[in-house]
């Protein structure tokens, strides 16, 4: 099973709220990524997490808040975020010496599609 | 700073047609994936490339990687409309495990 799952699908936000997405994935992965994609444009990486430890940030704003609770789950606080943060948020695992699927190859969730209002 | 050049951007072509789809960029990768994204959608994995000179056929596409491991290609026989969408190869530089996308290609197959 290669399966990377995503909660919610859709999300509606106003930007005082607070929301959180969700991912999780069983394949005993070590790596875990959260991207932000903008329709017709590759996706945008976010941050990484390695052994369950924050390894990358790309100077992302600190209204988005990441955190990974256990290797297999990796979530995205959101607060305050802009009508330009509106997008689709991937997450994606890799196995980085750990775990089933094929080795040195990312795994993508359905994404979560959001619209901040 | 490290890049993935996909070409061409845009392709809108009849069914029955074949068609290539590039991936390049001066660096060297410890491995190539290549995706379909339908919109809305999460991107897809449709093969892992390793080996530089490596061929990998799925059905009617077949993938190439570089000898060097610095581009690939992606080739469609008699495509067919089941295989619009976005394309997107990324690669794994060595020593990192953050991925470099490409800026994508868009397919349309038009019956």
């Known amino acids: 099973d290669t399966e990377v799952t995503q909660t919610p699908k859709h999300l509606v936000m106003g930007m005082t709220n607070k929301k959180s997405l969700k991912c999780e994935q069983h394949?005993?992965?070590?790596?875990m990524y959260w991207y932000k994609q903008k329709a017709k444009k590759p996706p945008e990486l976010m941050f990484v997490?390695?052994?369950?430890?924050?390894?990358i940030n790309e100077s992302v704003p600190s209204r988005f808040s990441p955190e990974c609770p256990n290797s297999s789950l990796l979530n995205l606080h959101l607060h305050a975020l802009q009508p330009e943060d509106s997008a689709l948020y991937l997450c994606?695992?890799?196995?980085?010496?750990?775990?089933?699927?094929?080795?040195?190859?990312?795994?993508f969730g359905p994404g979560t599609r959001l619209t901040v209002l | 700073t490290q890049l993935l050049e996909q070409s061409p951007q845009f392709l809108s072509i009849q069914e029955g047609e074949n068609l290539t789809v590039y991936c390049n960029s001066s660096?060297?990768?410890?491995?190539l994936q290549w995706y379909r994204q339908e919109p809305g959608e999460g991107p897809v994995l449709l093969v892992t490339?390793?080996?530089?000179?490596e061929v990998k056929k799925l059905k009617r596409l077949t993938f190439q990687f570089g000898d060097a491991r610095k581009d690939s290609s992606l080739h469609i026989t008699a495509a067919q409309p089941g295989d619009t969408g976005l394309y997107l190869c990324?690669?794994?530089?060595?020593?990192?495990?953050?991925?470099?996308f490409g800026t994508g290609t868009r397919l349309k197959v038009l019956a």
């Open positions: 994606a695992s890799s196995s980085q010496g750990g775990g089933t699927g094929k080795g040195d190859t990312q795994y």
């Open positions: 394949m005993g992965h070590r790596a």
């Open positions: 997490y390695s052994y369950e430890k924050l390894s």
């Open positions: 490339v390793v080996t530089g000179g």
């Open positions: 990324a690669g794994r530089p060595s020593g990192t495990y953050k991925y470099i």
């Open positions: 660096s060297v990768f410890s491995s």
